[in-house]
């Protein structure tokens, strides 16, 4: 079964502490895999993408096969990083639905 | 240029009612998708619609339907509204199937 897995609902950093918000998914082909963000009463938006493996906000993702993880990682987080953060899987193949995990909530406190 | 609108953002229905409920994708953009958002389930995928076409359906329903017309606009439709179909519907545009997805704000649909 196609599944995403983010393991934490809630994730609390003090401001500049380095932030790994967990991703795990379960799909037996190649998919894209998504970070989606979104911040208090605003939409929930695209952060980034593995396939562009560049970094947004200071943001960074690597997949990795292996273990089946896309986990973003934020070196020195900042109070506006605070957020509902969502991992989320795009199937190979012709369809665009996305599967998305259940998110973290990353707080960053001062 | 103008993000996703979905009208109306709230609305109170009672059980055994039907609703429809709108979402106007960015210009140009010719793909639009739905999910459910529960606190239980999450995002849920439910359709895709790419040039007034249903290119792909998630496992929900009969009783959810959708459908989008020439100007790529799209409405959703659920019959026979249940209690547990309370939840905020999003609907997401793109220029193509597998482009990026521009959310919508949301649709906050309560059954009573």
């Known amino acids: 079964a196609q599944r995403v897995t983010q393991p934490e609902k809630l994730l609390s950093v003090f401001k500049g502490a380095p932030v790994e918000l967990k991703c795990n998914y379960s799909?037996?082909?190649?998919?894209?895999l998504f970070w989606y963000v979104q911040y208090s009463r605003q939409r929930l938006q695209l952060l980034l993408r593995?396939?562009s493996r560049e970094s947004i906000k200071g943001f960074t993702a690597d997949l990795n096969k292996g273990e089946t993880s896309f986990h973003l990682k934020k070196p020195f987080a900042q109070e506006e990083d605070s957020a509902m953060y969502y991992c989320?899987?795009?199937?190979?193949?012709?369809?665009?639905?996305?599967?998305f995990g259940k998110g973290t909530k990353l707080s960053v406190k001062p | 240029k103008a993000g996703v609108t979905q009208t109306p953002r709230y609305l109170i229905k009672t059980r055994g009612q039907q609703v429809t409920l709108s979402c106007s994708p960015i210009?140009?953009?010719?793909?639009v998708s739905w999910y459910q958002q529960t606190p239980g389930q999450g995002l849920q995928f439910l359709f895709e619609?790419?040039?007034?076409?249903?290119?792909n359906k998630g496992n929900f329903p009969g009783r959810f339907s959708g459908r989008q017309f020439s100007n790529s606009r799209s409405e959703m439709n659920v019959s026979t509204l249940e209690l547990g179909d309370s939840a905020l519907y999003l609907c997401?545009?793109?220029?193509?199937?597998?482009?990026?997805?521009?959310f919508g704000q949301g649709t906050r649909l309560t059954v009573v």
């Open positions: 997401a545009s793109s220029l193509a199937v597998k482009t990026e997805a521009f």
């Open positions: 989320a899987l795009r199937p190979a193949g012709s369809q665009g639905n996305l599967i």
């Open positions: 210009s140009g953009h010719r793909s």
């Open positions: 593995h396939i």
């Open positions: 799909y037996s082909g190649s998919p894209e």
């Open positions: 619609y790419f040039s007034e076409t249903q290119r």
